[in-house]
């Protein structure tokens, strides 16, 4: 309960938790301008929040971009290409991603997996390019190499 002069106001639970997360001082997602290309030239400018992969904003806005490994970095078939300024700000990738970039076609020095490119704000105006081919290299569900 708390005390507010001569009455006393009791706090359920989810009012406390609310304030805590609704109130703190932790950053909050915000919603930054990406623009998507194709290789024919045609562009989607969309909305997205931070904290999202560039894999799950493109599925968000029904944006062509497969993700056949649903962001395990298992394929290269979210392959994009970024711009240099943008490319620089991101962390090094991983050993997984390397090795998916290594079979992407079209692999460029700007070459990332949009399921392992997470937005921040920094990244606003960020222009991405969807290439035409992607490669996966996973087996088909009903793979001919399973014998029955």
């Known amino acids: 309960a ?8 009791h706090m359920s639970r989810a009012w406390r938790l609310f304030k805590v997360f609704h109130f703190s001082d932790r950053p909050r997602p915000r919603r930054i301008q990406i623009t998507f290309f194709n290789e024919a030239g045609e562009a989607e400018q969309v909305l997205a929040e931070t904290g ?3 894999l799950q904003i493109a599925h968000q806005h029904d944006i062509e971009m497969e993700g056949v490994c649903g962001g395990k970095t298992a394929c290269s078939t979210c392959h994009v290409i970024l711009e240099k300024k943008h490319f ?3 962390p090094p990738p991983t050993e997984d991603e390397e090795d998916m970039l290594d079979v992407a076609a079209g692999r460029t020095d700007t070459s990332r997996l949009g399921c392992q490119v997470k937005l921040r704000a920094s990244m606003d105006g960020m222009r991405v390019l969807i290439p035409s081919v992607t490669f ?4 088909p569900p009903s793979s001919s190499l399973i014998k029955p």
């Not at 708390?2 to 006393?8: F, L, P």
């Not at 996966?136 to 087996?139: D, K, Q, W, Y």
Request: with cysteine; proline share 6%.
């Open 52 to 54: 999202l992969s560039l």
């Open 88 to 90: 620089d700000k991101l």
């Open 2 to 9: 708390e005390y507010m002069g001569s009455q006393v106001v």
């Open 136 to 139: 996966c290299a996973l087996p």
